[in-house]
């Protein structure tokens, strides 16, 4: 695994990708994966920025097989929608990409649904995705889903008694918490899939510390976290660098089932892939068991 690079992905022709998000991370990974010759769906919910990333694409690999799919994974009423075009027109899914994220708003909002946005976005959105999608998944060749977390999930708490931080909002708090969450997600989603023989692999990955907008987005180009990405860029690695967890995962044969992934250098906030040290928290599989049934209920969905 040492300095694994996009060199190092295998021949991904004849296989079907579904990443969220249309800038950044995402983009870095349907950019590899095109790449590769897979055929790719890039989810977003900007059409704009969705046609940009395509075209981007497009124009540095003349004959890609990527389009754009419009996906507002802050609204169940969206995924719903996509999912059903998805099972439309397709027969099969081989690798889902849970990457989109909003990081750290300033003050608390909610989804088109009520959620918390970090905890509903982040979190019940990929919830909800994965689920509506896990038909596709279980017809796929060797399908994996990959969840981004974040080294914010280290100092995550899932507080049941607040989950949409109704109570208190801090905005780090939250998205540690939404983070910690995909984290229990993936894990589970992996006991569950083995146990019920869906046929699918589910691993994570973070980024480490990478130069993205999602701060400039979330928090906002003028707060302390937004002018310390602006003006001290080269504490951040490239985007394209910190893609590499999450391409590791989505198609390395040595990445294992159930693995968590991230950089190898600086406490993981740069580098190459390797296996990433996973939370205390992120293996309470009680805590994993309840948050996966609640997410059921809050998202109204029954993932079997």
């Given amino acids: 695994m040492s300095q694994w690079t996009t060199k190092n992905i295998p021949n991904q022709q004849g296989r079907l990708a579904v990443v969220t998000g249309t800038g950044g991370l995402g983009y870095e990974v349907a950019l590899a994966l095109a790449r590769a010759g897979a055929d790719v769906i890039i989810a977003g919910r900007n059409p704009a920025k969705g ?14 097989n990527v389009r754009f799919e419009v996906l507002d994974l802050s609204e169940l009423a969206s995924i719903e929608a996509f999912g059903k075009r ?4 397709h027969k099969r899914l081989d690798l889902l990409i849970n990457n ?12 088109a649904d009520g959620f918390e946005l970090q905890f509903g976005t982040n979190y019940l959105g990929h919830f909800a995705l994965t689920a509506q999608l896990l038909p596709l998944l279980r017809k796929g060749q060797g399908a994996r889903v990959v969840n981004v977390s974040s080294i914010a999930a280290r100092d995550g708490t899932i507080n049941f ?21 995909n984290l ?14 869906w046929g699918l692999s589910s691993i994570a990955a973070h980024p480490g510390i990478s130069r993205t907008d999602l701060l400039h987005n ?18 951040f690695q490239p985007a394209a660098q910190g893609a590499l967890p999450t391409l590791f995962a989505a198609t390395s044969p040595d990445a294992k089932a159930g693995g968590y992934y991230g950089p190898n ?27 996966w049934e609640v997410s059921e209920q809050l998202t109204g969905l029954t993932v079997r």
């Fill in 51 to 64: 046609a940009e990333a395509v075209n981007k694409i497009c124009a540095e690999n003349p004959g890609a």
């Fill in 86 to 89: 998805m099972q439309d027109t």
């Fill in 100 to 111: 989109a994220g909003v990081m750290t708003p300033p003050d608390r909002r909610v989804t």
């Fill in 161 to 181: 008694d607040d989950l949409q931080s109704e109570q208190t909002y801090t905005p780090m708090i939250a998205y540690g918490q939404s983070k910690l969450a």
């Fill in 184 to 197: 229990l997600f993936s894990f589970e989603l992996q006991r569950r899939s083995a146990a019920a023989n």
């Fill in 218 to 235: 979330g928090a906002g180009r003028t707060s302390r976290s937004g002018i310390v990405r602006s003006w001290l860029w080269f504490l």
């Fill in 265 to 291: 250098q600086l406490n993981e906030t740069r580098g190459f892939p390797v296996a990433a040290k996973i939370p205390a928290r992120a293996e309470d599989e009680m805590v994993a068991a309840r948050l």
